[in-house]
């Protein structure tokens, strides 16, 4: 079945470290976007692609890094200089980017980060 | 720019109640408006969509309108069950995808 596969599903980190989120999509999307959740400030932004080779930020890109050198993968990098990392991740797709007004997105189960 | 505006929860019915939920949205341009549902522990999924003005999205017993003169997208629901118990989330798509802060639904039987 097609779909968007995240890993891992929970993870654990000590402060200082470096760590990296896995979106998989086999949906052939060009768009993939990385979402942060807290409670109760619903999704925000972090970055997204439109294309291979090619993102940009979303609202709070500070302290992360992602890569899009595949269509189908886009992992998202939390580095030591994100301040609040702990937080649910969620990785989305969708088949258009961009300036579209039509297209939906579909997101992967999440994945949580807990800073120890 | 654009962005939504979502009726805070949480919310608690009882089973067979009637639900709504209100969104507002502000946009440039003739957006889609969702309606998306997150389960515990899970990512979010699309429930129904309208992509223009006076459209109808249903799905499993939902409907949200298209209102273009209200600027409105309202979740309702005749009759909720347990298994509805879930987060809410309204969004709306323009150059990039702008969702509300999330309604937390608890039915109890």
């Known amino acids: 079945d097609g779909g968007i596969t995240q890993s891992p599903k929970y993870l654990f980190r000590k402060e200082g470290q470096n760590v990296t989120l896995s979106c998989e999509q086999n949906?052939?999307?060009?768009?993939m976007y990385w979402y942060r959740q807290d409670p109760g400030q619903g999704l925000r932004l972090i970055y997204y692609s439109q294309i291979v080779n090619d993102f940009q930020k979303g609202d709070i890109a500070e302290g992360y890094s992602v890569s899009r050198e595949k269509k189908e993968s886009f992992p998202l990098t939390v580095t030591s200089a994100q301040k609040n990392p702990t937080a649910f991740y969620l990785c989305a797709s969708s088949t258009e980017g961009g300036h579209s007004n039509t297209g939906e997105l579909f997101f992967g189960e999440g994945s949580r980060l807990t800073v120890l | 720019g654009n962005s939504v505006t979502q009726m805070e929860g949480p919310v608690t019915l009882s089973e067979e109640a009637f639900l709504t939920i209100n969104c507002t949205y502000t946009a440039t341009g003739y957006p889609s408006l969702f309606w998306y549902v997150q389960y515990p522990g899970e990512g979010l999924q699309l429930l129904l969509k309208a992509t223009k003005a006076d459209d109808k999205g249903s799905n499993k017993g939902f409907e949200a309108t298209y209102r273009k003169e209200t600027t409105s997208f309202h979740l309702e629901k005749g009759s909720v069950q347990v298994s509805d118990s879930a987060v809410y989330f309204c969004a709306l798509s323009g150059n990039q995808f702008y969702f509300g802060t999330g309604t937390s639904l608890t039915v109890i039987p």
């Open positions: 949906l052939n999307h060009d768009a």
